[in-house]
Every structure is written in structure tokens, then in C-alpha cells.
């Protein structure tokens, strides 16, 4: 069965301090892979999409994420996080190839950061 | 430009009642989704319009649920009757027409649907 795997569901950093959000997917082939962020009444906003080439992409917000098809994963990292970065993290997953556009979304991770 | 909204940002109802939820996206907009996050789970996906035609709509959890999309732009997502399993999150998401899985999806703020 597909899958999407986020395995921390709250994660407190103090600010300036690094960050990894990881994510992992259970998927036939090699999906594409979106990180969302959602903050307070906020939509759901893309922070970065990898679909070939580059394993490590940057994304806005001085956010990146590095693909490892050995370890299936898609973790978020930041080097020095902002108190504006506190918010939800969603990793999705979209079929590769497929017409259709669904995506595949983890349960999330808070992230909560302290000044 | 105006992103994704939806309508009403909350709404609250009893048990059996009906619920309308609406979705405009952003215009030119060819692909609009729903999807729903129920708490502490995962947002799932609900169904997809190309214009006005359901693309997908293997999402949808039963036929208590029926969303339309008339002249391809607004859509609007009903509840009739609405259940206690139906609170949660309901996101509507566009992006342009193209390859669909490669499209940016631009997700609007969410409605927060309650049944009491």
C-alpha cells in the first residue's frame, strides 16, 4: 500500500538551532516528492518539489530537502531556524507518470520554536 | 492575485443537517481538489475536477458527499446528511492545466467543519 511517513508529530527547536523533518514513502516507483508548510490560518504553501536530476533542492524560505532512494526518504533541513518558521510540515507524494494529480500527504509535524 | 479561498472559514452543525462548503480558485485555474484532514490524521484526498468534469473523485468517502463545479470555476462541496466522522479540515487546492502531477497545487486556508 502507498504511504507516507512522517514519524515526529511535534518537534521543538530553540531559534537559530538546525532542523531536519523527516519523511519517508512506501511507493511501486519513485514518486515525486513536495514538501507543504502550513501556518496559522494560513493555506498549505510549497516549500520545495523534487521531481529528477539534483537529490538535494532548494526551496524557499532557506529551506532544502535531500532525496535518498536507498533509504526512501525526503527529509527538510534548515541550518538556522526563524521564529517565524513555527508552523506544520506536510511531506507529499504524487504517483510519477500518472495523469492524475492527487497527492499523498504524511500526517505532519508541528514545529514549535523557542526563542 | 488572488489565491485559493474557501467559505465559510468555520462552520458548526448538528448531527443530520446539511453544510455547503465552497472553493474559488485561483483564477484560470483549470485543475481544483478537495481534500479533507481529519484530527491527528493524515489530509486525504477527496476528488478532482478538470474544469467542470470529475477527473477522480475515488476519494470520496460515501454518497452523503456531492461536489460540483459548474462552469469550471467556483466549486462547492455538500454534506447532506452530515455525520459526527465528518468534522475535520476541508481544503480545496488548484493549479493550472498541464501534466497534474507536476503542477504547483495552490491550497487554500481550509473550512473547519464541526458536527455535533
Known amino acids: 500500500a502507498q504511504s507516507v511517513t512522517q514519524p515526529d508529530i511535534h518537534i521543538t527547536v530553540s531559534e537559530g538551532a538546525s532542523l531536519e523533518l523527516r519523511c519517508n514513502y512506501s511507493?511501486?516507483?519513485?514518486?515525486?516528492l513536495f514538501w507543504y508548510v502550513q501556518s496559522p490560518g494560513q493555506g498549505l504553501q510549497l516549500l520545495l518539489k523534487?521531481?529528477?536530476?539534483?537529490?538535494l533542492v532548494q526551496g524557499i524560505k532557506g529551506f532544502e530537502a535531500e532525496f535518498k532512494r536507498s533509504q526512501s526518504s525526503f527529509n527538510l533541513r534548515k541550518p538556522s531556524v526563524h521564529w517565524s518558521d513555527a508552523a506544520e510540515y506536510f511531506c507529499?507524494?504524487?504517483?510519477?507518470?500518472?495523469?492524475?494529480?492527487?497527492?499523498?500527504f504524511g500526517r505532519g509535524t508541528q514545529l514549535t520554536v523557542w526563542p | 492575485e488572488a489565491g485559493v479561498t474557501q467559505f465559510p472559514s468555520h462552520s458548526v452543525i448538528e448531527k443530520g443537517q446539511t453544510v455547503t462548503l465552497r472553493c474559488d480558485p485561483i483564477?484560470?485555474?483549470?485543475?481544483l481538489y478537495w481534500y479533507r484532514r481529519v484530527m491527528g490524521k493524515e489530509i486525504k484526498f477527496l476528488l478532482h475536477?478538470?474544469?467542470?468534469?470529475?477527473?477522480?473523485e475515488s476519494g470520496m468517502p460515501n454518497n452523503r458527499f456531492l461536489a460540483e463545479r459548474t462552469g469550471g470555476t467556483y466549486s462547492t462541496l455538500k454534506v447532506q446528511p452530515a455525520e459526527l466522522e465528518d468534522s475535520g479540515v476541508y481544503f480545496c487546492?488548484?493549479?493550472?492545466?498541464?501534466?497534474?502531477?507536476?503542477?504547483?497545487?495552490?491550497f487554500g486556508p481550509g473550512t473547519r467543519l464541526l458536527v455535533l
Open positions: 487546492a488548484s493549479s493550472p492545466l498541464g501534466l497534474s502531477t507536476k503542477e504547483t497545487q495552490y
Open positions: 511507493y511501486g516507483a519513485t514518486p515525486y
Open positions: 523534487y521531481f529528477s536530476g539534483d537529490t
Open positions: 507529499a507524494v504524487a504517483p510519477r507518470g500518472s495523469t492524475l494529480g492527487r497527492l499523498y
Open positions: 483564477s484560470g485555474h483549470d485543475n
Open positions: 475536477f478538470v474544469k467542470e468534469s470529475k477527473q477522480d
